[in-house]
């Protein structure tokens, strides 16, 4: 169905069964068990679960593993002139599970595997390549690009210059249209994607719902930002007052069909996951460094179950657990 990005490879996309926005090789799905990130002296290596180096201390970053590959840097290094912006720089590739290096380190980004494919660029431009490093989708000059989740990848085609904002085309996994809806849409999860639309033709202020796989808006895009499904509740931001990205202001929680489900009392949410979700209230934001995320300064943290009752609750950052106090693994 309409055009079809470049699809190079005419053999079949590795599926792996594996485990969701800033650092490139950090978003994506599922982890590998089995490998530990470790530093030492600004450096990263990787053990195995018993604690043996399988990976000595020889990358400059890194990021997670997923689907049985990690992407590694070496050439990294801090900018002086951007406090808390981290590293950047450097060359790209990922290594496997062993450790040996499976794709060169010649790539200027390289995100995350998810569903098979890892989004990387260089000189030759933004492509998906699969876990041999093969090329599999050609995206051009595409504004940005989304990992693929549940079959499709959101390609994001930017006609500010025309005053239309954006547009999101859907691949599937042979680079081919599925469908293109108007606005900003992230990738799906249990059936359905955030959508950011303007307000109005004339607005910068932004808009989000949500849409099904077939492009039809399923939540009218009504809230300040909002997250992904996970176990049939969303997070949502009512209003935005603050201009820090997913924290400040009122969330609460809503269903599939937008209905809440947990008014919006708190100042930041975190996925749901086994029933037990992270949220914040109470203090105020404050950003230490320029380009460093603003942190809670008051307030407390709280672990909820899905009818808002506070599970426990601390001053500091609390990590997943489930109803009996068992370590969770989170979702994000």
């Known amino acids: 169905m309409g055009e079809t990005v470049s699809h190079i490879s005419t053999t079949a996309v590795i599926l792996c069964i594996c485990g969701w926005i800033a650092h490139p090789a950090i ?25 043996n180096v399988i990976v000595g201390p020889i990358y400059d970053d890194t990021g997670d593993f997923a689907c049985g590959r990690c992407a590694v840097n070496q050439g990294a290094g801090l900018d002086a002139n951007l406090p808390g912006a981290g590293k950047h720089g450097g060359k790209w590739g990922y290594i496997n599970a062993r450790g040996e290096l499976v794709v060169p380190l010649a790539l200027d980004w390289a995100y995350a595997f998810s569903e098979g494919l890892a989004q990387v660029s260089d000189q030759r431009g933004r492509r998906f390549i699969d876990t ?3 090329t599999v989708i050609e995206l051009g000059s595409v504004s940005s ?21 954006w547009r999101t085309r859907f691949i599937n996994k042979k680079g081919e249209t599925v469908f293109e809806v108007a606005g900003y849409a992230g990738g799906f999860r249990e059936g359905l994607a955030v959508l950011s639309v303007r307000k109005d033709a004339e607005s910068e202020t932004k808009q989000c719902g949500y849409i099904d796989r077939s492009g039809k808006v399923v939540i009218a895009p009504k809230f300040a930002e909002a997250f992904d499904f996970h176990e049939g509740l969303a997070g949502v931001r009512t209003t935005k007052t603050v201009g ?16 809440w489900v947990l008014e919006p ?17 109470g203090g105020r934001l404050r950003q230490h460094a320029v380009h460093a995320p603003p942190v809670w300064e008051g307030g ?3 672990l909820i179950d899905r009818k808002g009752t506070v599970l426990k609750r601390s001053k500091e950052w609390l990590e997943y657990e489930d109803a009996k106090g068992k370590p969770n693994a989170r979702n994000r």
Request: hydrophobic content about 25%; some cysteine.
């Open 27 to 51: 978003a994506g799905e599922g982890s590998c068990p089995e490998m530990r990130r470790f530093e030492h002296n600004g450096q990263f290596g990787f053990k195995d679960k018993a604690g």
């Open 132 to 134: 041999d490093g093969k």
């Open 145 to 165: 690009a989304g990992d693929f989740s549940e079959g499709l990848a959101p390609i994001h085609i930017d006609e500010s210059a025309r005053k239309k904002g």
């Open 244 to 259: 820090w990205h997913y924290k400040g202001d009122t969330w609460g929680y809503i269903d599939r069909t937008g209905r």
């Open 265 to 281: 009392n708190y100042n930041e949410t975190h996925p749901f996951c086994n029933g037990v979700a992270r949220v914040h209230v």
């Open 300 to 302: 407390e943290w709280q």
